[in-house]
């Protein structure tokens, strides 16, 4: 049976939001985990992208999404399985979601996102991620000390941003890719934990390097094309108005 | 084919040893012995349990669910506090202080500034024993720490510290000798600089406890611990031994104190410990001092006291006297030592016990198990040859067990099959006779157990005329020969073996111990409070080892530092010499392991903790004994309990210490701390290694029992592979068959359930490095080539483990109907027989195999199974082909909407509009199209069709008479909806299509089965 996460949302955009680092403060950490994704000149390029890929859910069943994002603005994932489309979307400050899913309906209305949710996903419409501008941004990044990470190891970053969520970014040694976070964030009254190990890092056609493989605790998605800088309707991210 | 680039060799690491994962069977049906419990004053939904030696765990959800949240640390907790005025700041000492003879050692204190994300270690790494931490209730930077110190020797690093600067220094506030440690230390609420500690002299042996001495005694200080001054007045005459403490929240000039003497009692003060005056105690108040350290006062009321100890006595009346309340919820475990009051709600609260926490809502009047925390305190492990096999094993103060090594739905409390009373210790099966074990309570109290009828009769063997009393150790070792288990051996100072059942023993052995008679004097072993458990047995025999290539070779080992041999069945017998490597005159000998490989070579531990000396002893003998070799390696911690030669690879050892697993391929060149997905200082006190399964399974004291299933990975981890890029490993060959069906009802919420091993199929190979770079998979290919599919791989480090249903790939779903297409999700297992790996790593190709297997166990017959096989993949054809159907229907019909509307003429409008509904008739037959928030219910070919082919793809035996019949009968109907869709574009597609063209507007055209395969819905 297929088992469709509510933060696969969550999950590619977490992995957008590679931006880098490694040494012994935080802030030299962070100088060279951006350098490794291509440079801070290379994130500061990329205002959107527009993103294919798969969910394998089953050997030998891929699920396709499309992923529309505008740094800053909104963002819109779109799932589809057997001709029924789900679409997760966030525009600026609120989100809504069409979800055939759960509903019961192949069509169903509209309805906005709950706050917490949206809450949860926003920052990700932060270019560059939590460690890009960090200062600016007014996030605050401690540096915990090493970690193991699957036998890798690993700096292991606090990012505690401006809305409370914490963030733990965890940057290979060797290579300055973060190769997994942990998100900490606060829905309902419950605090969920959700990791992600982060892979397959490849470059982009601006030079930005960014994973393309995010394993978020058993759950993957695999991105297969990714386009910088396309133009992107903002229609887009607006709620359609409901069928009557 | 096992293809790989070699690029020299490598040593072993954790990191190598990768995703060959320890998976946690629990239980935490009797849990195990907490020592401190705290909860955030302000959300007391997040709480902290700190055990003795299980680590720390914590809940958001007030005990719903826990996680633990400190292994990578010392398992073993003293004491743990929350900073409440800064609740992301977590204290926590390691190192249990309720010090009876099992008790673990610490490490230093650690702080977490992040609710237990990350840790530091602050200081007072030489501890070992750490009672206490308050904060100072303004400056939370100011923190004393009670450090009782070590048990077996004496040290200087024990007392009161202070820390001013958040524990970053540290200063002894009080500090009397090397023999008294501070075992308690408050802090007056309203006045801070007033502050109250007792110390505690104390000291184990190995074969005595003394409690008490000149240094016991009560202190006050009135400038915040800079001086001391000893409080008498009232207080009985020294000397003193522990004393519990405690002050009212609420009115802090009111102390309560147990003070330990000839004579314990509670004592009370109401002007700040100036004057003190005795209550009458019960014995429950007053009982086993040494263990038993806590008194709570209500946070609101200070006149409501409670004393956690053999149970819970309650004070109403300001400690004038106690009451015990009946549990009328049932049952509540002995030996309290955590008692957690919510200052809110002060109706609520929890207690720690030997046995797990429990929760009150009336006031510590009834109670409810927290069933959730697998802290179990093993101290041995054994399995039997069932399948799946049984785990058997003994606890502290939680009797001997069973249960199940995996079970449908996961292995869950209720599971567990308690065999037998007291503390539990070893729990042996009989082998031939599957209803009897071999269980015991602590000093050899053993007993032959039927499981089905539960009669036990004591096989103890006893004193006989003329000969010394029977000395038995607290953990008498039960252990069955290797080579005939109806051979089964005990041990006094005496060796035992018996050939019936233990109804019979014959005295094969003298007295094998130093029999030093200064060292058996339990009966005035305690101090100042008796306490001769039997913990302080001594000059007995603690480890029994026959060489499974000899039967006449036995190794013994006692408490008192004896490693004795014989080669005759006990006629003669050798005493040993070890210590010219190095390993101190009068260590335990903690595990003794003949070598199954070379009957010359012997491996043996040794465990001298109990003179205060905390290495790791390990050594190999390469000549029967005669000269020993210790075996070292720098990343060893912890006193060690049992050493392990692998049943199939002569090198590959395991060793288990009081802090970690440890593991060499190589015999003992060079180790690895194991750590996947297990607590990385966790006490390992027994292994075993299942001879079928090839499962590691280790008892820890504190941690359950773990099991690491099939560590043939292991046995290929050589230096040449671990030097390799990339490496697919072989994998066990794995049975085909459905899982069948879970009963897991609708879940446990808040249990424990231990996870089971998977019986997909496993794909295992080993990368040098993580793949940051490129992807990884895995695919699949059948013996003659054919492509099934690829499974996304893993890219850790080490050994890495994919895992296949061995399912083939579901039929294609359409893209129309209402809901969503069981059928396009299932799909009939794959044939056993060889299948061949590709392992793509980026661009690389490395190749493999993998065997799948019929089920040996099968109780359906080969031409069942043809026929099952046969029908399954028939269903799956006629699913895709009802599929294909539907997507037809659905392209020719589109085709049709988006251009009706653009036909001018009305005839030909209706000859497509006719041909659109005459579709629209037919779909509406092929699969459920009611479109609802509700459960429709709506049954149509495609879902009559789902249902019937996840019934033939989930059973391997033959379809029942009416799966076949009901399969003819709709093959019928899809047929005719084939031929009716055939008929009817014969009849309106070419008319169509010339209307089509005539408007100018496009053709359509019937998708081909390529087509189809070719798009993905």
Same mark, same amino acid.
């Given at each position: 049976?297929?088992?469709?996460?509510?933060?696969?949302?969550?999950?590619?955009?977490?992995?957008?939001?590679?931006?880098?680092?490694?040494?012994?403060?935080?802030?030299?950490?962070?100088?060279?985990?951006?350098?490794?994704?291509?440079?801070?000149?290379?994130?500061?390029?990329?205002?959107?992208?527009?993103?294919?890929?798969?969910?394998?859910?089953?050997?030998?069943?891929?699920?396709?999404?499309?992923?529309?994002?505008?740094?800053?603005?909104?963002?819109?994932?779109?799932?589809?399985?057997?001709?029924?489309?789900?679409?997760?979307?966030?525009?600026?400050?609120?989100?809504?979601?069409?979800?055939?899913?759960?509903?019961?309906?192949?069509?169903?209305?509209?309805?906005?996102?709950?706050?917490?949710?949206?809450?949860?996903?926003?920052?990700?419409?932060?270019?560059?991620?939590?460690?890009?501008?960090?200062?600016?941004?007014?996030?605050?990044?401690?540096?915990?000390?090493?970690?193991?990470?699957?036998?890798?190891?690993?700096?292991?970053?606090?990012?505690?941003?401006?809305?409370?969520?914490?963030?733990?970014?965890?940057?290979?040694?060797?290579?300055?890719?973060?190769?997994?976070?942990?998100?900490?964030?606060?829905?309902?009254?419950?605090?969920?934990?959700?990791?992600?190990?982060?892979?397959?890092?490849?470059?982009?056609?601006?030079?930005?390097?960014?994973?393309?493989?995010?394993?978020?605790?058993?759950?993957?998605?695999?991105?297969?094309?990714?386009?910088?800088?396309?133009?992107?309707?903002?229609?887009?991210?607006?709620?359609?108005?409901?069928?009557? | 084919?096992?293809?790989?680039?070699?690029?020299?060799?490598?040593?072993?690491?954790?990191?190598?040893?990768?995703?060959?994962?320890?998976?946690?069977?629990?239980?935490?049906?009797? @849990?195990?012995? #907490?020592?401190? /419990?705290?909860?955030?004053?302000?959300? =007391? %939904? !997040?709480?902290? &349990? *700190?055990?003795?030696?299980?680590?720390?765990?914590?809940?958001?959800?007030?005990?719903?669910?826990?996680?633990?949240?400190?292994?990578?640390?010392?398992?073993?907790?003293?004491?743990?506090?929350?900073?409440?005025?800064?609740?992301?700041?977590?204290?926590?000492?390691?190192?249990?202080?309720?010090?009876?003879?099992?008790?673990?050692?610490?490490?230093?204190?650690?702080?977490?500034?992040?609710?237990?994300?990350?840790?530091?270690?602050?200081?007072?790494?030489? @501890?070992?024993? #750490?009672?206490? /931490?308050?904060?100072?209730?303004?400056? =939370? %930077? !100011?923190?004393? &720490? *009670?450090?009782?110190?070590?048990?077996?020797?004496?040290?200087?690093?024990?007392?009161?510290?202070?820390?001013?600067?958040?524990?970053?220094?540290?200063?002894?506030?009080?500090?009397?000798?090397?023999?008294?440690?501070?075992?308690?230390?408050?802090?007056?609420?309203?006045?801070?600089?007033?502050?109250?500690?007792?110390?505690?002299?104390?000291?184990?042996?190995?074969?005595?406890?003394?409690?008490?001495?000149?240094?016991?005694?009560?202190?006050?200080?009135?400038?915040?611990?800079?001086?001391?001054?000893?409080?008498?007045?009232?207080? =009985?005459?020294?000397?003193?031994?522990?004393?519990?403490?405690?002050?009212?929240?609420?009115?802090?000039?009111?102390?309560?104190?147990?003070?330990?003497?000839?004579?314990?009692?509670?004592?009370?003060?109401?002007?700040?410990?100036?004057?003190?005056?005795?209550?009458?105690?019960?014995?429950?108040?007053?009982?086993?001092?040494?263990?038993?350290?806590?008194?709570?006062?209500?946070?609101?009321?200070?006149?409501?006291?409670?004393?956690?100890?053999?149970?819970?006595?309650?004070?109403?009346?300001?400690?004038?006297?106690?009451?015990?309340?009946?549990?009328?919820?049932?049952?509540?475990?002995?030996?309290?030592?955590?008692?957690?009051?919510?200052?809110?709600?002060?109706?609520?609260?929890?207690?720690?016990?030997?046995?797990?926490?429990?929760?009150?809502?009336?006031?510590?009047?009834?109670?409810?198990?927290?069933?959730?925390?697998?802290?179990?305190?093993?101290?041995?492990?054994?399995?039997?040859?069932?399948?799946?096999?049984?785990?058997?094993?003994?606890?502290?103060?939680?009797?001997?067990?069973?249960?199940?090594?995996?079970?449908?739905?996961?292995?869950?409390?209720?599971?567990?099959?308690?065999?037998?009373?007291?503390?539990?210790?070893?729990?042996?099966?009989?082998?031939?006779?599957?209803?009897?074990?071999?269980?015991?309570?602590?000093?050899?109290?053993?007993?032959?157990?039927?499981?089905?009828?539960?009669?036990?009769?004591?096989?103890?063997?006893?004193?006989?005329?003329?000969?010394?009393?029977?000395?038995?150790?607290?953990?008498?070792?039960?252990?069955?020969?290797?080579?005939?288990?109806?051979?089964?051996?005990?041990?006094?100072?005496?060796?035992?073996?018996?050939?019936?059942?233990?109804?019979?023993?014959?005295?094969?052995?003298?007295?094998?111990?130093?029999?030093?008679?200064?060292?058996?004097?339990?009966?005035?072993?305690?101090?100042?409070?008796?306490?001769?458990?039997?913990?302080?047995?001594?000059?007995?025999?603690?480890?029994?080892?026959?060489?499974?290539?000899?039967?006449?070779?036995?190794?013994?080992?006692?408490?008192?530092?004896?490693?004795?041999?014989?080669?005759?069945?006990?006629?003669?017998?050798?005493?040993?010499?070890?210590?010219?490597?190095?390993?101190?005159?009068?260590?335990?000998?903690?595990?003794?392991?003949?070598?199954?490989?070379?009957?010359?070579?012997?491996?043996?531990?040794?465990?001298?903790?109990?003179?205060?000396?905390?290495?790791?002893?390990?050594?190999?003998?390469?000549?029967?004994?005669?000269?020993?070799?210790?075996?070292?390696?720098?990343?060893?911690?912890?006193?060690?309990?049992?050493?392990?030669?692998?049943?199939?690879?002569?090198?590959?050892?395991?060793?288990?210490?009081?802090?970690?697993?440890?593991?060499?391929?190589?015999?003992?060149?060079?180790?690895?701390?194991?750590?996947?997905?297990?607590?990385?200082?966790?006490?390992?006190?027994?292994?075993?290694?299942?001879?079928?399964?090839?499962?590691?399974?280790?008892?820890?004291?504190?941690?359950?029992?773990?099991?690491?299933?099939?560590?043939?990975?292991?046995?290929?981890?050589?230096?040449?592979?671990?030097?390799?890029?990339?490496?697919?490993?072989?994998?066990?060959?794995?049975?085909?068959?459905?899982?069948?069906?879970?009963?897991?009802?609708?879940?446990?919420?808040?249990?424990?359930?231990?996870?089971?091993?998977?019986?997909?199929?496993?794909?295992?190979?080993?990368?040098?490095?993580?793949?940051?770079?490129?992807?990884?998979?895995?695919?699949?290919?059948?013996?003659?080539?054919?492509?099934?599919?690829?499974?996304?791989?893993?890219?850790?480090?080490?050994?890495?483990?994919?895992?296949?249903?061995?399912?083939?790939?579901?039929?294609?779903?359409?893209?129309?109907?209402?809901?969503?297409?069981?059928?396009?999700?299932?799909?009939?297992?794959?044939?056993?027989?060889?299948?061949?790996?590709?392992?793509?790593?980026?661009?690389?190709?490395?190749?493999?195999?993998?065997?799948?297997?019929?089920?040996?166990?099968?109780?359906?017959?080969?031409?069942?199974?043809?026929?099952?096989?046969?029908?399954?993949?028939?269903?799956?054809?006629?699913?895709?082909?009802?599929?294909?159907?539907?997507?037809?229907?659905?392209?020719?019909?589109?085709?049709?909407?988006?251009?009706?509307?653009?036909?001018?003429?009305?005839?030909?409008?209706?000859?497509?509009?006719?041909?659109?509904?005459?579709?629209?008739?037919?779909?509406?037959?092929?699969?459920?199209?009611?479109?609802?928030?509700?459960?429709?219910?709506?049954?149509?070919?495609?879902?009559?069709?789902?249902?019937?082919?996840?019934?033939?793809?989930?059973?391997?035996?033959?379809?029942?008479?009416?799966?076949?019949?009901?399969?003819?009968?709709?093959?019928?109907?899809?047929?005719?909806?084939?031929?009716?869709?055939?008929?009817?574009?014969?009849?309106?597609?070419?008319?169509?299509?010339?209307?089509?063209?005539?408007?100018?507007?496009?053709?359509?055209?019937?998708?081909?089965?390529?087509?189809?395969?070719?798009?993905?819905?």
């Amino acid at each position: 049976m297929i088992r469709m996460k509510k933060s696969l949302f969550t999950i590619i955009c977490l992995c957008l939001c590679s931006i880098a680092m490694r040494a012994q403060s935080a802030d030299d950490i962070i100088e060279k985990h951006l350098q490794a994704l291509g440079g801070k000149d290379k994130i500061a390029e990329v205002k959107t992208l527009l993103i294919d890929g798969t969910i394998p859910v089953a050997p030998g069943l891929d699920i396709p999404f499309k992923m529309s994002l505008a740094f800053g603005k909104g963002m819109r994932m779109e799932v589809e399985f057997q001709g029924k489309k789900q679409i997760v979307t966030l525009n600026g400050d609120m989100g809504w979601k069409i979800d055939p899913f759960s509903s019961g309906l192949s069509d169903p209305d509209p309805e906005p996102l709950p706050a917490d949710m949206v809450t949860e996903m926003k920052p990700q419409l932060d270019q560059g991620g939590d460690l890009y501008e960090y200062k600016a941004k007014g996030n605050k990044v401690e540096y915990i000390g090493k970690e193991d990470v699957e036998g890798t190891e690993c700096y292991k970053l606090k990012v505690t941003r401006t809305d409370g969520i914490t963030i733990f970014y965890l940057i290979d040694i060797e290579t300055n890719y973060d190769i997994k976070t942990i998100q900490k964030v606060k829905l309902d009254d419950k605090e969920t934990e959700s990791s992600s190990l982060k892979s397959d890092f490849r470059p982009l056609s601006n030079g930005y390097i960014m994973a393309f493989n995010v394993n978020n605790e058993g759950q993957i998605i695999q991105f297969t094309k990714v386009e910088v800088n396309p133009t992107l309707d903002p229609k887009l991210f607006e709620m359609p108005p409901k069928k009557k | 084919m096992v293809t790989q680039f070699a690029f020299g060799q490598a040593k072993l690491s954790s990191g190598a040893i990768g995703t060959v994962e320890a998976r946690c069977i629990g239980p935490a049906a009797m @849990s195990g012995r #907490i020592t401190a /419990i705290d909860a955030l004053n302000l959300d =007391p %939904k !997040i709480m902290y &349990v *700190a055990t003795a030696s299980g680590g720390i765990w914590k809940s958001l959800n007030g005990g719903a669910s826990f996680k633990p949240i400190f292994d990578k640390y010392c398992q073993s907790l003293g004491a743990f506090v929350i900073d409440q005025q800064r609740p992301d700041t977590l204290w926590a000492g390691t190192g249990e202080s309720n010090m009876r003879n099992s008790v673990s050692i610490g490490n230093g204190i650690y702080r977490s500034t992040d609710a237990g994300e990350s840790w530091q270690l602050k200081g007072l790494e030489k @501890s070992e024993h #750490i009672s206490r /931490i308050v904060l100072h209730p303004k400056n =939370p %930077k !100011i923190l004393f &720490v *009670a450090v009782p110190g070590a048990l077996w020797s004496d040290s200087e690093d024990r007392g009161l510290y202070k820390s001013e600067d958040g524990g970053e220094t540290w200063t002894k506030s009080l500090y009397i000798n090397a023999k008294t440690g501070c075992a308690e230390v408050l802090i007056d609420p309203k006045n801070p600089d007033i502050m109250y500690a007792s110390t505690w002299e104390f000291r184990r042996t190995p074969y005595a406890f003394q409690s008490g001495g000149p240094g016991s005694a009560l202190y006050k200080s009135k400038d915040g611990g800079v001086t001391w001054n000893k409080l008498t007045n009232g207080l =009985p005459a020294p000397p003193f031994g522990r004393i519990a403490m405690t002050l009212a929240p609420t009115a802090p000039d009111n102390l309560f104190a147990i003070v330990e003497t000839n004579n314990t009692a509670l004592y009370i003060s109401s002007d700040q410990g100036e004057h003190w005056k005795q209550q009458s105690s019960t014995n429950n108040v007053c009982a086993r001092p040494f263990y038993f350290s806590t008194l709570v006062v209500d946070p609101k009321d200070p006149k409501r006291v409670y004393r956690p100890s053999y149970s819970l006595s309650i004070s109403s009346d300001g400690a004038y006297s106690f009451i015990e309340p009946g549990y009328g919820s049932g049952g509540v475990h002995s030996d309290h030592h955590a008692l957690w009051i919510d200052p809110n709600n002060t109706s609520h609260m929890y207690l720690g016990t030997d046995g797990g926490v429990y929760e009150s809502k009336d006031k510590g009047n009834n109670f409810t198990f927290l069933t959730n925390l697998p802290v179990s305190q093993f101290y041995h492990v054994a399995i039997d040859q069932q399948e799946p096999y049984n785990v058997y094993g003994g606890l502290q103060d939680n009797g001997s067990w069973q249960g199940p090594s995996s079970k449908s739905g996961g292995i869950k409390n209720g599971d567990w099959l308690e065999l037998f009373g007291g503390d539990g210790f070893w729990v042996i099966p009989d082998l031939n006779e599957t209803d009897i074990v071999y269980a015991e309570y602590q000093g050899g109290n053993m007993a032959r157990v039927n499981k089905r009828t539960h009669e036990s009769q004591s096989i103890k063997p006893f004193q006989i005329a003329g000969e010394e009393k029977l000395r038995f150790n607290w953990n008498t070792p039960i252990v069955p020969s290797p080579t005939d288990p109806k051979r089964l051996y005990t041990g006094s100072q005496y060796l035992y073996l018996s050939h019936n059942q233990g109804r019979d023993w014959t005295k094969i052995s003298k007295d094998l111990t130093t029999n030093d008679k200064k060292k058996q004097e339990q009966e005035s072993s305690g101090g100042l409070t008796v306490d001769n458990s039997s913990a302080e047995n001594h000059c007995t025999i603690f480890t029994i080892a026959e060489s499974v290539l000899d039967s006449n070779t036995i190794y013994v080992g006692t408490d008192d530092g004896k490693l004795q041999k014989t080669s005759d069945q006990g006629k003669s017998w050798q005493d040993l010499a070890y210590s010219s490597a190095g390993i101190p005159i009068g260590s335990w000998v903690s595990s003794i392991e003949p070598s199954r490989y070379d009957k010359n070579v012997v491996y043996a531990t040794f465990d001298n903790h109990s003179y205060g000396d905390h290495n790791t002893y390990l050594a190999v003998s390469r000549d029967g004994g005669i000269k020993w070799e210790r075996i070292q390696n720098p990343d060893f911690t912890g006193y060690a309990h049992k050493i392990r030669e692998d049943l199939k690879q002569k090198t590959l050892l395991f060793l288990g210490t009081e802090m970690g697993l440890f593991i060499s391929t190589d015999g003992g060149k060079n180790w690895a701390r194991y750590k996947s997905s297990f607590p990385e200082y966790a006490c390992v006190r027994d292994l075993a290694i299942h001879p079928k399964t090839n499962d590691l399974i280790v008892g820890t004291h504190g941690r359950g029992i773990y099991i690491v299933d099939d560590i043939s990975t292991l046995r290929q981890l050589t230096p040449e592979i671990m030097g390799s890029n990339v490496v697919v490993m072989e994998s066990r060959p794995v049975v085909v068959k459905s899982t069948g069906q879970m009963t897991n009802g609708f879940g446990q919420a808040g249990e424990f359930v231990g996870s089971n091993y998977t019986e997909d199929a496993c794909i295992t190979y080993y990368l040098k490095d993580r793949v940051n770079s490129g992807d990884v998979k895995v695919e699949i290919y059948d013996n003659n080539g054919k492509f099934l599919y690829d499974l996304p791989g893993t890219k850790r480090k080490g050994v890495n483990k994919v895992f296949w249903n061995m399912r083939m790939k579901p039929p294609k779903a359409s893209n129309t109907g209402a809901g969503f297409d069981m059928g396009a999700l299932m799909s009939p297992l794959v044939d056993p027989g060889e299948y061949r790996i590709k392992l793509r790593v980026d661009t690389m190709v490395y190749e493999g195999k993998l065997v799948l297997l019929e089920d040996p166990k099968s109780q359906h017959s080969a031409e069942d199974k043809a026929i099952q096989r046969k029908t399954a993949k028939e269903l799956m054809g006629m699913v895709s082909q009802l599929n294909f159907a539907a997507q037809n229907i659905v392209k020719v019909k589109d085709g049709l909407n988006a251009n009706i509307p653009k036909i001018k003429n009305s005839k030909d409008q209706k000859v497509l509009s006719t041909y659109e509904n005459e579709l629209e008739v037919i779909r509406k037959k092929m699969l459920a199209t009611k479109e609802s928030k509700g459960i429709t219910g709506e049954e149509q070919l495609r879902e009559k069709l789902s249902a019937l082919y996840g019934g033939v793809c989930s059973y391997d035996g033959r379809p029942s008479g009416y799966q076949l019949q009901n399969k003819v009968v709709l093959d019928k109907e899809l047929k005719g909806y084939q031929a009716e869709l055939s008929t009817l574009h014969k009849l309106y597609l070419p008319k169509a299509n010339r209307i089509l063209e005539k408007n100018k507007l496009p053709q359509i055209e019937l998708m081909s089965v390529d087509e189809w395969n070719g798009v993905r819905p």
